[in-house]
């Protein structure tokens, strides 16, 4: 993948695709035992208050309760920065006294696949910030926003079908014909947002419109594996992560079809799993917890030991102290039951010995969350069976 990461750049000829398809508006891993969970989708979508200096929302919040802001900071962490960072962001109905990209994102995700023959197989995902007019220049009241799917893969077999799979769908396509050089090609961009009237008297863009896209939860990088995201933020757009997040639970970037790999490998499927993840976190961060009960089976009358990790994905690095609380529910029981509380260690890390199992005995474990700071979350049940 190109280390400056600025493919992101949509510019012009994301406007263009923006304005014509945003119409269209109706249109869990393991480490050792420890279980990662992804959130419940618990929430509706939501968006911020438009901030009155530059007249967009000053966040999105996907169904996961993350929110995120404009992430308008600058390399390495922000794709795009302020051309004054000295100034706060701002839109002015001229644009030379604007201070504002031409482009921002509030998410933006990316996977390149590095294929043998050579080619280009690229995902593209965002939540975007731009500018509808008919110039593209940065102007108050020419504000848009959209989200954003875009498949672009090349030297296949013209004619060919493929399947494209990603974190927020399935595709399928026929490869058009690119020429000698480029082979069978997709090209495929999805906008789903606001686009602008053509009749000066007409309402701003509604900044809800870009929720009916299909880019919902936002993906972050997977807390289990990797190097940990820079507090304050879901990753990192210089560094390949893997991720979580998906709704289907498809972390990855897949096609498949006829020489996917390239004309002439006789590869017809390539993947990769990492990706390339901006966002800026707005209050409470992200928490997992994970949970291992150990023996996995024990004799009548046997007792277990509970143990765990509580991560984060740009939260704070120091997770000493944090209170964990353990629930147990027997076999034929209706609803889980307290079973203790513990503190987490310098690491995040926790343990309680001698819990006592009573028949089949599922065990869970939540963290209530901190207000602004974290994120609540809870584990996946772990089941003990009592042999006889």
Same mark, same amino acid.
């Given at each position: 993948m190109e280390q400056a990461r600025w493919r992101m750049r949509i510019g012009g000829e994301a406007i263009r695709a923006s304005l014509v398809l945003a119409l269209a508006l109706l249109a869990a891993l393991m480490l050792a035992a420890f279980v990662l969970v992804r959130p419940a989708l618990a929430v509706p979508e939501q968006v911020g208050p438009v901030n009155a200096n530059h007249g967009y929302p000053n966040w999105y919040g996907d169904s996961n309760g993350l929110k995120l802001g404009l992430c308008l900071d600058g390399p390495p962490l922000c794709l795009e920065g302020l051309p004054n960072p000295t100034q706060p962001a701002s839109v002015a109905a001229d644009p030379a006294l +604007? &201070?504002?990209p031409e482009e921002a994102f509030w998410w933006a995700? *990316?996977? +390149?696949? *590095?294929r043998r023959a050579g080619g280009r197989a690229l995902l593209v995902l965002a939540r975007e910030a731009a500018f509808g007019g008919a110039d593209e220049a940065v102007r108050d009241g020419d504000q848009v926003s959209f989200s954003r799917v875009r498949i672009r893969v090349d030297n296949l077999r013209p004619g060919a079908t493929y399947k494209v799979t990603h974190p927020y769908g399935v595709k399928t396509f026929r490869a058009e014909n690119g020429g000698a050089a480029r082979g069978g090609v997709i090209n495929f961009t999805e906008d789903i947002g606001c686009a602008l009237s053509p009749n000066p008297a007409a309402p701003r863009c509604n900044f809800r419109d870009a929720l009916f896209g299909k880019v919902d939860p936002f993906l972050i990088w997977d807390p289990m594996t990797g190097a940990r995201a820079p507090v304050g933020y879901v990753g990192n757009p210089l560094v390949d992560h893997r991720v979580v997040g998906s709704p289907r639970g498809t972390n990855f970037f897949r096609v498949e079809g006829p020489d996917a790999g390239g004309r002439g490998t !006789?590869? &017809? @499927?390539?993947?990769? +799993? %990492?990706f390339s993840i901006q966002?800026?976190? $707005?209050?409470?961060? #992200?928490?997992?917890v994970g949970l291992a009960a150990k023996p996995a089976k024990v004799?009548?009358? !046997?007792? $277990?030991? %509970?143990?765990?990790k509580l991560r984060t994905v740009g939260? #704070?690095?120091n997770l000493t102290g944090k209170s964990i609380e353990l629930f147990k529910k027997p076999k034929g029981a209706r609803t889980f039951t307290p079973a203790g509380k513990v503190r987490t260690s310098s690491n995040g890390s926790f343990? @309680?010995?001698g819990v006592k199992v009573g028949k089949n005995t599922a065990f869970r474990a939540r963290f209530a969350g901190e207000p602004g700071v974290l994120k609540a979350s809870g584990s996946d049940p772990r089941i003990v069976r009592v042999t006889r």
């Open positions: +604007s &201070n504002f995700g *990316e996977a +390149s696949i *590095e !006789g590869i &017809n @499927r390539v993947q990769t +799993s %990492l966002g800026k976190i $707005v209050g409470a961060a #992200p928490s997992f004799r009548p009358g !046997g007792r $277990v030991t %509970l143990s765990g939260g #704070p690095t343990s @309680r010995r």
